[in-house]
């Protein structure tokens, strides 16, 4: 019952206690909405490098922007003086009727975002080709309006139910409610940061309906979610790894597990389908190919928002310099070029991924999942509003409504970092500190996890664990 409220509080208290996005009262989160919406609807005209030009142009039309003087390359990174701007060869990507579409949706856009100079200076719209197309068919015939938009944000809390009524089915009750309050009081995936926003939490949803399918021992339908998660976001592929090691343990000790082999068949049969589908047809092997050039670009760069080990190197090493307000930044030229060698995050990858091998090894299949939370980490530094991932902690943790007594205590702290970075948020809001500052906890957080987790091996090394239930 308490678990249950404390879901039910956590659901509210998602959207900011009904202020939802505080600045302006709005449950739409109209600068992400604006990559998420116009992005794919005008994806065969803007591939991934076009959006910001197309813009611009469109808007001098409209009559604005007349004091924007850059916007940023998307296919150089750099940023460019609009002076140089083709708007004829702009125009000439759309057809007549698709170009005034694009400026009747941009004139909804317009007077709801009040800081254009900074949003065409982002970086683009960065969804991999199956999930852009997929948007793309879902809104190419949406005209863009408030109703519209709230209609397609939705869906996301949609998904959400869908995936928390199977990971109840899966895990129970207490299971189920402390990782819905978990996910919903986060401090990396909150509200601010991609709430009201299309299709934002779908390959979060397709994770835990995998994992849900996987614990009920229905492998297609694990398969199916993990899958799509991959085509969504690629970087959930590292999840599949603890299960590739389960399976090629079961194939040695002949203690197979026919819904492991399901969902990993499954899973790959999909995301191989899709791509050889995206490689033959010229139209989206293009697409694809610019996908891949503008993600390698992406990967190059450093970003204050990023969450993870290599983020940490390139901060650490990076003077900051302060600005008379007191706020902090670093120069880009020299975060650049303190990223670490090529060799350095692979060999911290792997490094963890032996760590952690014993108890992949050790673990169910389905339990095994967690080890791979810490490689996203230490491998790759996302954003940090794709810490959604975390949740897995909370739930996988759990079988028959039971989890081990350690387990709760590695909840617990983890539920103190989400609980250090609001603290360290309300003390300053400044971006690069504050992610600094994080993705140290966090780092920490892990390392005491996975000790947490072999003393517990230790603890038990031949039976299964006992476990502590509702």
Same mark, same amino acid.
Not at 199 to 204: E, N, P, Q, S
């Given at each position: 019952?308490?678990?249950?409220?404390?879901?039910?509080?956590?659901?509210l208290?998602?959207?900011?206690?009904?202020l939802?996005?505080?600045?302006?009262?709005?449950?739409?989160?109209?600068?992400?909405?604006?990559?998420?919406?116009?992005?794919?609807?005008?994806l065969?005209?803007?591939?991934?490098?076009?959006?910001?030009?197309?813009?611009?142009?469109?808007?001098?039309?409209?009559?604005?922007?007349?004091?924007? @003087?850059?916007?940023?390359?998307l296919?150089?990174? #750099?940023?460019?003086?609009?002076?140089?701007?083709d708007?004829?060869?702009?125009?000439?990507?759309?057809?007549?009727?698709?170009?005034?579409?694009?400026?009747?949706d941009?004139?909804? &856009?317009? !007077?709801?975002?009040?800081?254009?100079?900074?949003?065409?200076?982002?970086?683009?719209?960065?969804? !991999?080709?199956?999930?852009?197309?997929?948007?793309?068919?879902?809104?190419?015939?949406? !005209? #863009?309006?408030?109703?519209?938009?709230?209609?397609?944000?939705?869906?996301?809390?949609?998904?959400?139910?869908?995936?928390?009524?199977?990971?109840?089915?899966?895990?129970?009750?207490?299971?189920?409610?402390?990782?819905?309050? &978990?996910?919903?009081l986060?401090?990396?995936?909150?509200?601010?940061?991609?709430?009201?926003?299309?299709?934002?939490?779908?390959?979060?949803?397709?994770?835990?309906?995998?994992a849900?399918g996987?614990?009920?021992?229905?492998?297609?339908?694990a398969?199916?979610?993990?899958?799509?998660?991959?085509?969504?976001?690629? &970087?959930?592929?590292?999840?599949?790894? =603890?299960?590739?090691?389960?399976?090629?343990?079961?194939?040695?000790?002949?203690?197979?597990?026919?819904?492991l #082999?399901?969902?990993?068949?499954?899973?790959?049969?999909?995301?191989?389908?899709?791509?050889?589908?995206?490689?033959?047809?010229?139209?989206?092997?293009?697409?694809?190919e610019?996908?891949?050039?503008?993600?390698? @670009?992406?990967?190059?760069?450093?970003?204050?928002?990023?969450?993870?080990?290599?983020?940490?190197?390139?901060f650490?090493?990076t003077?900051?310099?302060?600005?008379?307000?007191?706020?902090?930044?670093?120069?880009?030229?020299?975060?650049?070029?303190? @990223?670490?060698?090529?060799?350095?995050?692979?060999?911290?990858?792997? %490094?963890?991924? %032996? %760590?952690?091998?014993?108890?992949?090894?050790?673990?169910?299949?389905?339990?095994?999942?967690?080890?791979?939370?810490?490689?996203?980490?230490?491998?790759?530094? =996302?954003?940090?509003?794709?810490y959604?991932?975390?949740?897995?902690?909370?739930?996988?943790?759990?079988?028959?409504?039971?989890?081990?007594?350690?387990?709760?205590?590695?909840?617990?702290? %983890?539920?103190?970092?989400?609980?250090?970075?609001? #603290?360290?948020?309300?003390?300053?809001?400044?971006?690069?500190?504050?992610?600094?500052?994080?993705?140290?906890?966090?780092?920490?957080?892990?390392?005491?996890?996975?000790?947490?987790?072999?003393?517990?091996?230790?603890? @038990?090394p031949?039976?299964?664990?006992?476990?502590?239930?509702?």
């Open positions: 019952m308490v678990a249950a409220i404390l879901a039910v509080a956590a659901a208290a998602y959207p900011n206690l009904g939802f996005h505080v600045r302006d009262r709005s449950p739409i989160h109209w600068h992400e909405s604006f990559h998420y919406f116009m992005g794919p609807k005008y065969p005209e803007l591939g991934y490098t076009r959006l910001y030009e197309a813009t611009w142009v469109a808007g001098r039309e409209l009559g604005a922007f007349a004091q924007i @003087r850059q916007v940023r390359d296919a150089t990174y #750099a940023l460019r003086d609009v002076a140089t701007l708007a004829a060869a702009v125009r000439a990507r759309f057809a007549p009727a698709r170009w005034q579409a694009f400026k009747r941009l004139r909804v &856009f317009g !007077p709801r975002i009040n800081h254009w100079d900074a949003l065409l200076v982002d970086h683009g719209y960065n969804d !991999p080709p199956p999930r852009a197309l997929a948007l793309h068919v879902l809104v190419r015939w949406v !005209p #863009a309006s408030a109703a519209a938009l709230g209609v397609l944000t939705s869906l996301d809390y949609a998904l959400m139910a869908i995936a928390f009524w199977a990971v109840r089915r899966a895990f129970g009750g207490l299971a189920a409610s402390l990782a819905f309050a &978990f996910l919903a986060s401090f990396f995936a909150r509200f601010d940061f991609i709430g009201g926003s299309p299709l934002r939490w779908d390959w979060t949803a397709a994770l835990l309906i995998g849900a996987l614990a009920r021992g229905a492998g297609v339908v398969g199916l979610g993990f899958g799509y998660a991959v085509l969504a976001r690629v &970087f959930p592929v590292l999840f599949l790894i =603890p299960l590739v090691v389960s399976w090629a343990q079961g194939r040695l000790t002949g203690a197979r597990e026919a819904a #082999a399901r969902c990993l068949a499954t899973a790959a049969v999909l995301v191989t389908a899709v791509t050889l589908v995206l490689v033959a047809m010229p139209a989206t092997r293009t697409l694809s610019d996908f891949v050039a503008k993600i390698e @670009r992406h990967n190059r760069g450093v970003y204050s928002n990023h969450v993870g080990l290599g983020s940490l190197l390139v650490h090493a003077p900051w310099v302060e600005r008379p307000d007191g706020t902090v930044f670093v120069a880009h030229d020299a975060a650049l070029a303190a @990223r670490p060698a090529p060799w350095v995050l692979p060999a911290a990858g792997a %490094l963890y991924f %032996l %760590l952690a091998l014993p108890l992949m090894l050790r673990a169910r299949p389905l339990e095994s999942i967690m080890y791979a939370v810490p490689l996203v980490f230490v491998a790759l530094s =996302p954003a940090g509003y794709y959604s991932f975390l949740v897995l902690l909370v739930l996988l943790a759990w079988r028959d409504g039971a989890a081990d007594p350690l387990r709760l205590v590695a909840m617990a702290l %983890l539920a103190v970092v989400g609980a250090g970075g609001y #603290a360290l948020e309300l003390a300053s809001a400044d971006m690069l500190p504050l992610f600094y500052n994080v993705s140290i906890q966090l780092g920490l957080f892990f390392v005491v996890w996975l000790g947490l987790e072999y003393v517990r091996l230790a603890a @038990r031949t039976a299964e664990p006992a476990a502590v239930g509702d």
